[in-house]
């Protein structure tokens, strides 16, 4: 699974202590309202590790998947914990 434009506020990615996660702000220029995105990780206590800015949903979709989806655990907020089972089984 990646994330996309579409699944971006709900889905992260995460290795040990830390989580990749894109967020947005505002564009720092007075003169320019457009949103700017960023991919940031964060450790154990939510304190920012790494982030890099993005003009666009789609470049950070694209940085967070090439850097952290082969290697790193993808978290979705919109899928239920496991409640119990064996580790391989979907059902749970």
Known sequence: MKI???NWTFCSFSHENLK???TF???PDILD????????????DNNEVFQKEFSTIEKACEHINAKYSNIWEVN?????????????CVAH
Do not use: H, M, N, Q
């Open 4 to 6: 996309t434009p579409e």
């Open 20 to 22: 990749a996660i894109i």
């Open 25 to 27: 702000g505002a564009s």
């Open 33 to 44: 309202d457009s949103f700017v995105y960023y991919v940031t990780v964060l450790d154990e």
């Open 76 to 88: 979705d907020a919109t899928r239920p914990a496991k409640s119990g089972g064996c580790s391989t």
